[in-house]
């Protein structure tokens, strides 16, 4: 082996031993509480440049390091722990560690773990496991492919913008004095290796965590990371290295059993489309909507095929497409790929295909400010661009794609792309990737598009071929995974796999469940429907929204924990995972962050992104529940009187509140009936002094509020419950606070707000408020509501003539009330301690608010049924004419001849 070589490869190994270092954004502690951080630390491991000969159990780096016996690879390390864990150190309050590894796909970039990482310890915060099982102590390990981000030697083409220029500026530049070092580099870049860096790695935290407690540990991949797991498993099992873990964890399912993993997702792509469409149509609301706009009862998918062959016969309306930009269906299908692809865009494929088709004046009108800006979103995602940018992701590994993926093609060992020239020919043939669009443009697809001669002959160039593995025939199509490398029986896989995932379709996590099973490995393959790749940054559910955590993280939270909850696979809550509970398609946008996102794209110009009356589509429902219900008008009154005074009477009564806030931005909460939109996002907006908002402020100020559109924070209590509306032109109400350099600082920003006037009255009125709701200590919540109800349904009058303090008998509902207050001091306290002018229970007061509200509510009724009886008398009209015609058709018939024809 070259000296040189040898000598490059180890200059830059160091004494092993963790450091503190910072996050992606440059700080070093990410606040959660008071008293409670997170922070990271670093080191580097070393490990030989090819694992051949060597057991990742037991492979001593030291010793290597000192020695450089072989040539060497320096292995960045980052783990993620709270603060209350100090330190690796022998400590009696610590009974249980578990290690959580996190292993990306792509280029398995560390860098994109991070906000895993620190979304899981918020997770474990948030529900006070940190508290309750102040005993165990999660850490969260990033794990880099060898090669990437800040591993050494680090490969990467800063210059490039196809993958064939790629290819020639690694060999020149990873050993620059040599191409055949430079090769011995590149090609030790393999899944084989990646995976048991990932075994010496593991190995390596559990020889430090025993040292002090008991340890477990587990282990999660998303898309391609799930692939090097099942590598993991299956190198360790085939050569008798076994490593003990507690668990596996895949999202975004990935199989290495003879999977022909690029030639599935080319057809999945076209196959996830219509899925989606189908499930539109499955959507009764959505299925009405979409036959309201196109006026036509043909199924969405009828529909959409008919326009791709408008589109193919240059036929369609060009002022919804050719005029806009939109030239062909191949640039309509990425455009709705991708809004398939993100769950705050979901909708809008359906929504623009609708309106394509029927292209009306208003659709002109509305498609004109915004398709342009779609088509050139789409279009910039499939422009050039540098591959590997070094001021995009310095510490990524987008690069490994080139030589990885390689491994993920053909369906045996002879099928590949590096010494199978015809085999890459009819793989760029029937991949059909010639000047198509495509979401995965990473790899052979990238290959295809840079090597056609002509329609049918592809040549794979020199520079690509040359940097590409050769396949390991031990491991290559294998999957093996031995029983003693879990723990217990307890211990098992969890699968997670959206319907829509085109990479990983839910074929291939049904088979690697087969996989798991057929080696007697307890596994739950969870289906979420209605999500696309990698569910733990979208299974956000209806009841939490888009501020929650997600529910892949809270099922998560409880496997890492089963031990102190006493769960496993079949007993672990599975309930938010339901069709039911994930918003999945938002087709009617009813999240603000789903609606927010549509608005963006229609370029801030409508909010009835669908185009029709939503409220008329459930029109036939709400008619016959009206039916149904049978109430009088005087009953309908009083409910509506009975719902204000429940919602709003909590409020306190010695202040005038300000409800509707006077605040301009439309994406955060409108009333007190909203909770604080604290939008949680992967990345903020930097501003000028290369400051940005951050999300753990959200821990300690649950006032505070996020503003996506404006990139602004407000305090949603002083907008809110503030009990001066002069006093409320201020930043934190009005204008909006984005001074993120300031935000922190003890003189100024969110610490000096909150010690305001304004900002300390304003949150004891909330939770006053917050405290009437939660008792139910509002004057109609204490009363019995049965008793209440039961007046209007017996016709019992409800109120007298007089009802002063001297009358004998002041009417059937305020004589309940007092009744009740004799029994109820709750009820007691806020009949004779509200002020006067704000009981709500004078009857001129009342009388006037049911008659308001009432009003309304017989003019929506009114039309609704003016609607619902013109319809049915058209349609009895017809009827009648019909059974004339009938009846006349039938006299004739039994009528002699002779008299037909005297009465003709």
Request: aromatic share 12%; net charge neutral; proline share 3%.
């Given at each position: 082996m070259n000296a040189q070589l040898l000598l490059i490869?180890?200059?830059?190994?160091?004494?092993?031993?963790?450091?503190?270092?910072?996050?992606?954004?440059?700080?070093?502690?990410?606040?959660?509480?008071?008293?409670?951080?997170?922070?990271?630390?670093?080191?580097?491991?070393?490990?030989?440049?090819?694992?051949?000969?060597?057991?990742?159990?037991?492979?001593?780096?030291?010793?290597?390091?000192?020695?450089?016996?072989?040539?060497?690879?320096?292995?960045?390390?980052?783990?993620?722990?709270?603060?209350?864990?100090?330190?690796?150190?022998?400590?009696?309050?610590?009974?249980?560690?578990?290690?959580?590894?996190?292993?990306?796909?792509?280029?398995?970039?560390?860098?994109?773990?991070?906000?895993?990482?620190?979304?899981?310890?918020?997770?474990?915060?948030?529900?006070?496991?940190?508290?309750?099982y102040s005993n165990t102590h999660p850490i969260m390990y990033l794990f880099q492919y060898r090669g990437a981000g800040l591993s050494k030697p680090s490969i990467h083409c800063y210059r490039a913008t196809t993958w064939t220029d790629c290819?020639?500026?690694?060999?020149?530049?990873?050993?620059?004095?040599?191409?055949?070092?430079?090769?011995?580099?590149?090609?030790?870049?393999?899944?084989?290796?990646?995976?048991?860096?990932?075994?010496?790695?593991?190995?390596?935290?559990?020889?430090?965590?025993?040292?002090?407690?008991?340890?477990?540990?587990?282990?999660?991949?998303?898309?391609?990371?799930?692939?090097?797991?099942?590598?993991?498993?299956?190198?360790?099992?085939?050569?008798?290295?076994?490593?003990?873990?507690?668990g596996i964890i895949l999202d975004g399912v990935m199989s290495i059993k003879h999977s022909d993993v690029f030639r599935n997702q080319l057809k999945n792509l076209n196959h996830r489309f219509y899925l989606y469409l189908s499930k539109c149509q499955q959507d009764s609301l959505c299925s009405k909507a979409f036959h309201q706009v196109t006026g036509t009862n043909q199924d969405i998918i009828g529909v959409t095929l008919t326009l791709e062959m408008l589109f193919e016969t240059n036929m369609t309306n060009v002022q919804c497409t050719t005029q806009l930009g939109l030239n062909d269906w191949n640039l309509f299908m990425l455009i709705a790929?991708?809004?398939?692809?993100?769950?705050?865009?979901?909708?809008?494929?359906?929504i623009l295909i609708a309106r394509i088709y029927r292209c009306s004046n208003e659709d002109q009108q509305i498609l004109s400010r915004s398709l342009p800006f779609m088509v050139n979103i789409a279009q910039q995602s499939i422009s050039k661009r540098f591959i590997d940018p070094p001021y995009l992701y310095p510490n990524d590994g987008n690069v490994l794609s080139l030589t990885i993926w390689?491994?993920?093609?053909?369906?045996?060992?002879?099928?590949?792309?590096?010494?199978?020239?015809?085999?890459?020919?009819?793989?760029?043939?029937?991949?059909?990737?010639?000047?198509?669009?495509?979401?995965?443009?990473?790899?052979?697809?990238?290959?295809?598009?840079?090597?056609?001669?002509?329609?049918?002959?592809y040549t794979l160039s020199s520079p690509l071929r040359d940097v590409l593995y050769t396949r390991n025939s031990n491991y290559w199509g294998k999957f093996k995974v031995n029983q003693e490398i879990f723990r217990s029986k307890r211990s098992g896989v969890l699968l997670f796999n959206g319907d829509l995932d085109y990479n990983s379709p839910m074929s291939a996590a049904q088979q690697v469940q087969r996989l798991f099973q057929?080696?007697?490995?307890?596994?739950?393959?969870?289906?979420?429907?209605?999500?696309?790749?990698?569910?733990?940054?979208?299974?956000?559910?209806?009841?939490?929204?888009?501020?929650?955590?997600?529910?892949?993280?809270?099922i998560i939270r409880e496997f890492l924990y089963q031990e102190e909850l006493n769960l496993d696979l079949d007993t672990i809550n599975y309930t938010c995972s339901s069709q039911d509970n994930l918003i999945g398609i938002d087709w009617f946008y009813s999240d603000p962050m789903v609606n927010q996102t549509l608005y963006t794209v229609f370029a801030n110009s409508i909010t009835n992104y669908w185009g029709v009356n939503i409220t008329d589509i459930d029109m036939e429902l709400i008619t016959n529940k009206s039916k149904k219900l049978n109430m009088n008008l005087f009953l309908i009154d009083f409910y509506i009187v009975l719902s204000f005074l429940i919602f709003c009477r909590g409020l306190p009564s010695n202040n005038t509140f300000q409800v509707k806030s006077t605040c301009d931005p439309d994406d955060i909460s409108k009333s007190c009936n909203d909770i604080p939109t604290q939008s949680k996002l992967t990345s903020y907006p930097i501003n000028t002094d290369k400051h940005s908002f951050q999300s753990s402020w959200y821990k300690e100020r649950p006032w505070l509020e996020y503003s996506v559109k404006n990139n602004m924070v407000y305090c949603y209590y002083c907008r809110h419950f503030s009990c001066n509306r002069s006093n409320n032109h201020n930043a934190f109400t009005t204008t909006g606070?984005?001074?993120?350099?300031?935000?922190?600082?003890?003189?100024?920003?969110?610490?000096?707000?909150?010690?305001?006037?304004?900002?300390?009255?304003?949150?004891?009125?909330?939770?006053?408020?917050?405290?009437?709701?939660?008792?139910?200590?509002?004057?109609?919540?204490?009363?019995?509501?049965?008793?209440?109800?039961?007046?209007?349904c017996q016709m019992i009058i409800f109120r007298d003539h007089r009802e002063n303090s001297q009358s004998s008998n002041q009417g059937n509902f305020l004589e309940i009330l007092y009744w009740s207050a004799t029994s109820d001091l709750v009820v007691k306290s806020i009949v004779e301690g509200s002020a006067g002018n704000a009981s709500y229970l004078i009857h001129d007061i009342q009388n006037e608010l049911i008659n308001i509200m009432a009003n309304q509510v017989r003019g929506k009724f009114s039309s609704m049924l003016h609607n619902h009886k013109r319809i049915d008398g058209k349609s009895r009209k017809n009827n009648v004419e019909k059974e004339n015609v009938e009846k006349k058709e039938n006299v004739e018939r039994k009528m002699p001849k002779s008299k037909m024809s005297k009465t003709k």
């Open positions: 490869l180890n200059l830059c190994s160091i004494t092993l031993g963790w450091y503190s270092c910072p996050f992606n954004d440059g700080t070093f502690l990410k606040p959660l509480s008071e008293n409670l951080t997170i922070k990271a630390e670093c080191m580097y491991l070393t490990s030989p440049l090819e694992w051949n000969q060597f057991n990742p159990n037991t492979f001593d780096g030291e010793y290597y390091n000192s020695t450089r016996q072989i040539p060497l690879t320096d292995l960045h390390m980052k783990r993620l722990l709270l603060s209350s864990f100090s330190s690796i150190q022998n400590n009696s309050s610590r009974k249980h560690i578990i290690n959580y590894w996190l292993i990306n796909g792509g280029g398995g970039s560390q860098y994109g773990m991070e906000t895993f990482g620190i979304s899981m310890l918020e997770e474990i915060v948030l529900n006070n496991y940190d508290k309750i290819a020639q500026e690694l060999i020149e530049t990873t050993i620059p004095s040599s191409r055949n070092e430079s090769f011995m580099i590149i090609h030790a870049m393999t899944n084989a290796n990646i995976a048991q860096d990932l075994q010496y790695q593991i190995q390596y935290s559990i020889n430090q965590s025993e040292s002090i407690c008991r340890t477990s540990t587990y282990i999660y991949g998303l898309s391609q990371g799930s692939g090097i797991i099942e590598t993991y498993l299956t190198i360790q099992s085939i050569n008798s290295h076994m490593q003990i873990i507690d790929n991708q809004a398939i692809e993100v769950i705050n865009y979901r909708p809008l494929a359906a390689s491994d993920f093609i053909g369906f045996n060992l002879n099928e590949n792309i590096k010494e199978n020239f015809t085999f890459f020919n009819d793989f760029c043939i029937n991949s059909r990737v010639l000047n198509e669009f495509n979401l995965a443009r990473t790899g052979p697809i990238q290959f295809c598009d840079e090597t056609q001669i002509f329609k049918y002959n057929s080696e007697s490995i307890r596994t739950k393959l969870i289906e979420m429907k209605g999500l696309t790749h990698v569910t733990a940054i979208q299974s956000y559910t209806k009841k939490g929204g888009f501020q929650s955590s997600t529910c892949t993280h809270q606070f984005n001074n993120w350099k300031r935000a922190l600082e003890a003189t100024g920003g969110l610490l000096k707000y909150s010690q305001s006037k304004l900002h300390v009255t304003s949150t004891k009125n909330y939770e006053s408020y917050v405290s009437q709701r939660q008792s139910n200590s509002n004057v109609m919540n204490k009363l019995d509501p049965g008793r209440v109800i039961h007046i209007p």
